[in-house]
């Protein structure tokens, strides 16, 4: 390697999951370039914890969904900044809602961001990686895009697509030597989670066989792994994080 910055890429990287993701790349040595949407609030206190970790970092806001922006900013923030060495696509969105009363704009947003803005994001992240004849990417996508789930059919279609598009690119990618691997959290403790109510939370944890939810770190601690280099033979796979809850 160069002295160049190892950099790691985390979309959605201002809270939650992505937070945590963000804080253990740092961690682990990577320059952590992050984006957000609209939390700035959120954003530096991400970016403040990068920093008391002794890692560096960047806090962009970046909709994903908007495909040239996410051109542009590969392009004039990522290219030429270091050596790009992990993408990790967790930006997402939940708009939820039973088929009969789903809007085609809660339908068309989902799908945007969750998958198309995935999907923009590792289109210009293999662009630098294959040249470089290296690189990781990781794509989050979760347990009901495995076994589905009622009133989700936006984020489930997405979450799935998210599986089959990390297939396909591991095939593309891997004469580069780019890994393109898949993350399927079950539930995790998330500000969604700490919304629910002690009844929906007992009758989940009923169908969970190690009967608690995950942590965000622990999500992070799998991605540390796939993008290390003791994952370098493992592609197109989809690492269950879950308790069990679906195996």
Known sequence: MSNEDRIAVVTGGSRGIGRAIALRLAREGFSVYFTYVGNEAAAAETLAGIEAAGGKGRAF?????????????????????????????????TKDG?????KDEDWNRVLDV?????????????????RRRCGRIINISSVVGQ????????YVSAKAGL??????????????????????????ETEMTDALTDDLRAAYLEH??????????????????????????????VLAVNGGLYC
Request: charged residues 20%; hydrophobic residues 50%; glycine residues 8%.
């Open 61 to 93: 806001r970046l909709d994903v969904s908007d495909l040239d922006a996410v051109a542009e900013f590969f392009k004039n923030e990522i290219k030429d900044a270091g050596a790009l060495e992990a993408l990790v696509n967790n930006a997402g969105i």
């Open 98 to 102: 039973l088929i009969l009363r789903m």
């Open 114 to 130: 969750d998958l198309r803005g995935a999907f923009a994001c590792l289109r210009e992240a293999a662009k630098i990686m294959t």
């Open 147 to 154: 076994m589905g789930n009622a009133g989700q059919i936006n």
């Open 163 to 188: 599986i089959g598009m990390t297939k396909a690119a591991a095939k593309e990618l891997a004469s580069r030597s780019v890994t393109v691997n898949a993350i399927a959290p079950g539930f995790i």
């Open 208 to 237: 969970i066989p190690l009967k608690r939810f995950g942590s965000a770190e622990e999500v992070a601690s799998a991605v540390a792994f796939l993008v290390s280099e003791e994952a370098g033979y493992i592609t197109g796979q």
